[in-house]
């Protein structure tokens, strides 16, 4: 595959946090019984007309202040026109010529290395419902609840550079929008859906090759494998002398595949005209403005200033401001510990989110608050716990018996930092292991670990072990 | 600019009409006469002219009217479903379609 470029541009569909749907006042929620959700509006009963949602637009005003991108003062609702039975108007309500908002840029990071996309545009939708097709007379079901759902497709560039590149955008553009709290990003239930738009081109050349289009990527996984397989595809028809058509592709997980869903030839034709139902969509100053005060820091930001304020390393300000309850965790807890705050991004980048990855439990779910966990860092900061003792805790924090104070009481666990009690043990140690201290005043510094060992087993690990070198080495050098 | 019968057929397809090959001359006649009258409006010399998108536009420059994001329509299936000709488990069901 040397000697290829592989160009991606994604088209990303982000179900708005709503509670109605963008053109009638029926439930968004998921999981309903179907067709319980579908208005006369959804279903398209006749003399029906939509009114759009004004949570749907405040979101999406929300989404291209984020991204600064430019807010369309008036944009202009479409009809895209095709049939298919999930979609009872005949048409899908989209914004075509001048979408919410255009350009803007997202910023990601791709091994430690910075990166960024531009964006093409971002514009508001309705949703179409859903289609079942295992039923067992071979008939096809239609459940209506989505129907309308509000959606933001939001459109990159075609500049992305392979699958790797693609998924960590996807990945920022997944964190953003639920930082900003306009879509739960809940990729089983389909809150956040990507098609990749993949082609290839001759390293160097400028022109852009014919691209495909794959549809149903719904984890980040099947993305990478689905860009990464397509790509390979088209490099491979190229150089045995064919050519790449234009086609929309599906993505098999199973097989691991993209196979043809339509050509070009049937290609839909939407015939998108300003639909006569709705007027323009007109914003006025001071609704954006209000929108920019309420903004919350952006994770850029957030990350830029961790690493600043707490004197973070990069990887750790990255780590901890994944989402913005990450992020809030963090503050808690530095502000609740008093401690030093590398010692805060420590145990919460390590031990907290190894046990919430375990528990597969989000941060905000978390069975310590950063005011427990606090509790524990405060008893390693003022000596009380060692590391290894200090992890003992935390598990038994997590198994839920009781804050870190009362788990040092019950199992005796505080640390001896008795000094005259510490220099009796090495005295101890030193005295019936006089082959030990031979070899290390011969050098051997193996046998000066299994020295430390030993006090430390008489101790039953409780003493601290770099208070225990110190006395050992000042003892031996004597 | 006048249509080729192809195009009658297309059109068609796209929008799920049924013309028949012997309806097809009609149809194209009549589609014809509509191009005519979007000629003869492209005579009029409209440059300097901003497109509307709606026609009252310019009475509504606030442009739509938004809704609150609530809650105030229950869904109605008994009610909806009593008139769609087969239904099952809440759904409707429709001839097996797949893409």
Known sequence: MTGWEIVVGLETHAQLATRSKMFSGAATAFGAPPNTQASAVDIALPGTLPVANAKAVEHAIRFGLAVKGQINRRSIFARKNYFYPDLPKGYQISQYELPIVAGGEVKFFVDGEERRVRLTRAHLEEDAGKLLHELSHGMTGVDLNRAGTPLLEIVSEPELRGAREAVAYARALHGLVMWIGICDGNMQEGSFRCDANVSVKRAGENKLGTRCEIKNLNSFRFMERAIEFEARRQIELLEEGGKVEQETRLYDAERDETRSMRTKEDAHDYRYFPDPDLLPLVLREEQIRKIETEMPELPDATRERFARQYALPAYDAGVLTASRAAAGYFEALVKAAGVDAKLCANWQTGALNAALNEADLPVSESKLSPASLAGLLKRIADGTLSGKMAKEVFDAMWAGEGGADEIIEKRGLRQISDSALIEKLVDDVLASNAKQVEDYRAGKEKAFNSLVGQVMKATKGKADPEQVNRVLRRKLSG | ?99
Request: glycine fraction near 6%; hydrophobic fraction near 40%; charge should be negative.
């Open chain 2, 1 to 99: 600019m006048s249509l080729s019968h192809d195009q009658i057929r297309r059109i068609a397809r796209l929008a799920r009409i049924a013309i028949r090959p012997e309806e097809s001359e009609a149809a194209l006649e009549r589609l014809n006469r509509v191009l005519g009258l979007i000629d003869e409006m492209r005579a009029v010399d409209t440059s300097g002219i901003e497109p509307m998108a709606h026609p009252l536009e310019a009475h509504l420059p606030g442009g739509q009217r938004l809704r609150p994001d609530q809650v105030v329509e229950p869904g109605q299936p008994q009610i909806y479903q009593s008139v769609a000709p087969a239904v099952e488990d809440g759904l409707y069901l429709v001839p097996k379609v797949v893409e």
